[in-house]
């Protein structure tokens, strides 16, 4: 088992940045990839970004290039998410993702966090 607990959601204006985190204890290991999802008000949970255990491999939705980056600390067991250039259609509800494989932890992890919200004004 591997539990996540996402922290740092907030409001901020747009174009203004914000630190996501997500703590992972549990079965943690070298062997688990990372991500990061977020759900909007009636809309579908969606894929933000991915990152290896290592931090060797990494991958972003086309929606947040250039914009958010995904890093991870392992000595912490701590995955992270730095938002910038913040717009208001990034509101949501943010969910810290677990598993043991790079393309599932895309789409169907096998862990979450509990979310963590972001509001962004205009």
């Known amino acids: 088992q591997v539990q996540l607990v996402e922290s740092g959601g907030g409001l901020v204006q747009a174009g203004g940045s914000l630190r996501l985190s997500c703590a992972a204890s549990?079965?943690?290991?070298?062997?688990?990839?990372m991500g990061w999802f977020r759900q909007a008000p009636g809309k579908e949970r969606k894929f933000v970004a991915r990152i290896s255990w290592s931090g060797g491999s990494i991958y972003y939705a086309d929606f947040v290039k250039g914009r958010f980056t995904i890093y991870i600390d392992n000595a912490k067991n701590t995955v992270y998410l730095q938002m910038n250039m913040l717009k208001p259609e990034d509101t949501a509800v943010y969910y810290c993702?677990?598993?043991?494989?790079?393309?599932?932890?895309?789409?169907?992890?096998?862990?979450w966090g509990q979310g963590t919200q972001v509001t962004v004004s205009s």
């Open positions: 993702a677990a598993d043991r494989s790079l393309v599932a932890v895309t789409t169907t992890p096998s862990y």
């Open positions: 549990g079965r943690t290991s070298s062997s688990y990839a």
